[in-house]
């Protein structure tokens, strides 16, 4: 198994492990909402036979009968709300720390999501890459090139050699330049500057998305196709300039003394 299959597979536990953690986090704040709503209508209707035991007192100091009675009944009313509040409140504290106890879990179940699908994505990129190169389905482009017979003179070969390397060089430069000069540009809001430079933005198109090929070839059971990449070309002449260079100079120091 590769480092990046592997990956994916302990992120892919740690997902499991998390959704399982979330499901009971979920079902232990329904559970605590409602026994802290069970406590408030409590203490709602404890609150109501304390205001009657109130009355039924009153009543009864008026009427100079049963005080004692009801001043019994008021103070165990009263007890009992006291009783029941601090319950409440409990279990709205214990509420509480379910609901922030579900969007722990929540924020870690999107953490875990995130870098399992990158993991994963990462992994099937790599299978499918393998499939496609084990299965190619077109032979790479070559360069079309000259047979020995007809190879140019070494003289010919090395001046094409040395043209190549300083227009390689400038277009590079002229290159480098140029999107130096764009990306300064591009800070400019569209409009028209000037006696003729207009600066305009055309919506960008869309490219493939090849992973997202890729992915849906692999769902499929097929092997996405591939083309293979033509071969690099590189020309290397330093050896060819820096002895170029020396005959310079030397043709130039028998100048010197033959002045």
């Known amino acids: ?39 408030a209508a409590r203490v709602l209707q404890a609150r109501t036979a304390r205001t009657e035991a109130r009355r039924a007192l009153r009543t009864a100091e008026r009427t100079g009968k049963g005080i004692a009675a009801a001043t019994r009944r008021l103070a165990t009313r009263e007890a009992r ?6 319950t409440a409140r409990t279990r709205k504290a214990e509420a509480t720390a379910a609901r922030r106890a579900r969007r722990t879990a929540e924020r870690r179940v999107e953490r875990i999501s995130t870098r399992a ?20 389905t077109s032979a790479p482009e070559t360069d079309p090139v000259l047979p020995a017979e007809e190879i140019p003179a070494v003289e010919i070969v090395e001046a094409h050699a040395a043209r190549y390397v300083e227009l390689d060089r400038q277009a590079k430069a002229l290159a480098k330049l140029a999107d130096a000069e ?4 591009r ?24 992973a997202a090929v890729a992915l849906d070839y692999t769902a499929r059971g097929a092997v996405p196709p591939r083309k293979a990449r033509r071969d690099v070309f590189k020309c290397d002449a330093k050896a060819l300039l820096a002895a170029l260079a020396e005959e310079e100079a030397a043709d130039a120091s028998a100048l010197a003394l033959i002045a």
């Open 81 to 86: 709300l006291l009783e029941l509040v601090e």
């Open 1 to 39: 198994m590769s480092r990046t299959t592997a990956t994916a597979a302990r992120l892919l536990a740690r997902l499991v492990e998390a959704e399982d953690a979330l499901t009971a986090a979920r079902r232990e704040e329904a559970r605590a909402a409602g026994v802290a709503e069970r406590a």
């Open 117 to 136: 699908a990158l993991a994963a994505t990462r992994s099937v990129e790599k299978i499918t890459a393998r499939l496609g190169e084990a299965a190619l």
């Open 182 to 185: 764009k990306s300064w540009l």
């Open 187 to 210: 800070q400019l809001p569209a409009g028209t500057y000037g006696r003729g430079v207009v600066i305009t933005r055309t919506p960008g198109g869309s490219v493939l998305d090849g």
